[in-house]
């Protein structure tokens, strides 16, 4: 009996030394990622640079001026204010849209700035308050009139990027893939009668067709989903989101953000 009597309490005290224990460790791993994230703001703070990776093959978003060569567009224009308000010096890194995330993952950069939408991301990057909001359509060649409507695209070829929300969509819908580079890609593909069509978005899309002055492109339709698009960082990247949302209030509040988007647009696309 004594001996049974010692065997309980023994168990009892084990226990409670796991249970004290794992509540240290779950305490400690929270210090830890918080650490983390102080860390990697008063890194980039000591660099004074804010290190930012996008396509650079994007318009309007981020591209090159044809003039000038220069890295321009809408994400570019807000991520360096973002970046001047923070007191940090922007620094692009100029990646294929299908390596972007491993190049994040990498610390190739801090923030993926590139239109950027959360859907099926949620759980593994720290996202930004929202800065555009657009909607998702569909191209076709001008004289394909067999696709009107979202059923229509079941059995057909979308040209799209593999890690794109664009590329979620057109195989939710049904369609059979074609994997791409980006817009342009996609674009190049339709017109040459090897992909039927494309998701994308619709600003994209009508900042090409109004520069390029290409007749043989159409929207289809709409799909009617708005698309939200966010900054991306790294899974625990707190204090640096934090900053990040700090500015882009700012400049929501002082007009700053809607004067870049009619500038790109001619309308707030930032609601």
């Known amino acids: 009996m ?14 409670l030394i796991t249970a004290c224990g794992s509540g240290a460790s779950d305490n400690a791993n929270k210090q830890s990622g918080s650490k983390e994230s102080g860390d990697l703001w008063k890194s980039i703070q000591d660099k004074g640079v804010l290190t930012i990776g996008t396509e650079g ?36 890194k100029e990646t294929q849209w299908d390596s972007m995330f491993a190049g994040l993952n990498a610390k ?54 593999l890690t794109s929300n664009y590329n979620k969509l057109a195989t939710d819908a049904g369609a059979k893939i074609e994997g791409v580079e980006g817009l342009a890609q ?44 966010y900054f991306a960082f790294r899974k625990g990247s707190g204090e640096v989101v934090d900053k990040v949302n700090g500015a882009l209030k700012e400049m929501k509040k002082d007009g700053t953000l809607a004067k870049i988007s009619k500038k790109w647009f001619g309308e707030d696309v930032t609601k």
């Open 186 to 229: 996609s674009i190049q593909l339709i017109q040459q009668g090897r992909a039927d069509l494309t998701f994308n978005d619709k600003l994209a899309v009508l900042n090409y067709l109004k520069t390029s002055g290409n007749k043989n492109l159409k929207v289809a339709f709409e799909t009617g989903d708005p698309q939200e698009t």
């Open 108 to 161: 190739r950069f801090d923030v993926v700035a590139n239109q950027v939408g959360k859907t099926g991301r949620e759980n593994q990057y720290d996202f930004s308050d929202k800065y555009t909001t657009s909607q998702a359509i569909v191209v076709t060649k001008s004289d394909n009139n067999d696709i009107k409507k979202l059923s229509d695209v079941k059995g057909k070829k979308a040209a799209q990027s």
């Open 57 to 92: 093959t994007y318009a309007p978003f981020t591209f090159h001026d044809k003039k000038t060569d220069k890295l321009t567009g809408y994400d570019v224009e807000v991520i360096t204010e973002v970046a001047k308000r923070l007191d940090l010096k922007p620094e692009f």
């Open 2 to 15: 004594k001996k049974m009597f010692f065997a309980i309490i023994l168990g009892v005290c084990v226990a």
